[in-house]
């Protein structure tokens, strides 16, 4: 079955940076684009990130030239540098595929930027 399992978050001061890593099971990892999600308290999940089976990657505006999305297709994992956090980032971070036209989420990890 599919498992998506992240980690690498915490609490960083403004300015600060963080990796998260998702590591996949259950699916041909190579095949599929993987994604990266956050919600914040009280607000609707938002697509942050997004990296196609070739390499290509999107970001929404507000973490554009900020943060990095890449991945390792031996090692069945994504990650996501964060740099320059801002209070605003805070949030549970999820990792994403659409596998057989299913939605598969990770648990989440969260991270806090605050000072």
């Known amino acids: 079955q599919v498992q998506l399992v992240e980690s690498g978050g915490g609490l960083v001061q403004p300015g600060g940076s963080l990796r998260l890593s998702c590591a996949a099971s259950?699916?041909?990892?190579?095949?599929?684009?993987m994604m990266w999600y956050r919600q914040a308290p009280g607000k609707q999940r938002e697509l942050v990130a997004v990296i196609l089976s070739g390499g290509n990657t999107n970001y929404v505006d507000s973490v554009k030239g900020r943060f990095t999305i890449s991945r390792d297709n031996a090692k069945n994992t994504v990650w996501l540098q964060m740099n320059s956090l801002k209070p605003e980032d805070t949030a549970v971070y999820y990792c994403?595929?659409?596998?057989?036209?299913?939605?598969?989420w990770g648990k989440g990890t969260l991270v806090t930027v605050s000072s």
């Open positions: 994403n595929v659409n596998f057989n036209y299913m939605n598969y």
């Open positions: 259950g699916f041909t990892f190579s095949r599929y684009a």
